[in-house]
């Protein structure tokens, strides 16, 4: 019988790296901020596209729609977001930051691209490589012909 080395089976190491990084990613927006994952993804799916709908943040982030819409309502609670109803169909609607919204992204993204240059740094120059890499595989997994049901799509500023 062959064996599996979990600590060397790749998507495993994915797994225990995104849970890592996201824990202490936490640290840059939640103690300043009291921001869960979903609520900081709609934040900066928001902040990066403007006006978009739910369905489009949850396929851009990759979060199921339930957690799309407790993070949009505490966003909404918090007054850092505003929907406005489609006029052509009444059943959808456009999510958008409210002025303390986009200060409160203002103030989260600098301290976000300081972690993510502390972690490039770490990799040295292998970085580049490891980015490129990452594109490959993220192509590969999301193509169409992928056999997978949400493919974790992209925004364009038109969305």
Same mark, same amino acid.
Do not use: C
């Given at each position: 019988?062959?064996? *599996? $080395?979990?600590?060397?089976? @790749? &998507? ?22 009291? @921001? ?9 799916? *928001?902040?990066?596209? +403007? $006006? ?5 943040? +949850?396929?851009?982030? %990759? ?6 819409? !407790?993070?949009? !309502? $505490? *966003? ?7 929907r406005r109803e489609n006029e052509a169909d009444r059943r959808e609607e456009s ?15 600098? !301290? %976000? @691209? %300081?972690?993510?240059q502390e972690i490039l740094a770490a990799l040295g120059p292998d970085a580049t490589r490891l980015l490129r +890499?990452?594109?490959? @595989?993220? $192509?590969?997994?999301? %193509? &169409? ?15």
């Amino acid at each position: 019988m062959t064996t *599996l $080395a979990l600590e060397r089976f @790749l &998507p495993y190491r994915f797994n225990r790296l995104s849970s890592a990084l996201s824990l202490k990613f936490r640290a840059v927006y939640g103690p300043h901020h009291d @921001l869960t994952v979903p609520e900081w993804r709609v934040l900066a799916t *928001l902040g990066q596209f +403007g $006006a978009v709908t739910a369905k489009a943040v +949850g396929a851009h982030s %990759a979060m199921h729609k339930t957690k799309v819409s !407790r993070a949009v !309502r $505490a *966003l909404e609670e918090r007054r850092w977001l505003s929907r406005r109803e489609n006029e052509a169909d009444r059943r959808e609607e456009s999510l958008m930051l409210t002025a303390a919204g986009l200060r409160a992204y203002g103030e989260i993204v600098p !301290r %976000a @691209l %300081a972690f993510e240059q502390e972690i490039l740094a770490a990799l040295g120059p292998d970085a580049t490589r490891l980015l490129r +890499g990452l594109d490959r @595989l993220e $192509a590969r997994l999301w %193509a &169409p012909d992928a056999p997978r049901q949400n493919r974790g799509g992209r925004l364009s500023k038109k969305a």
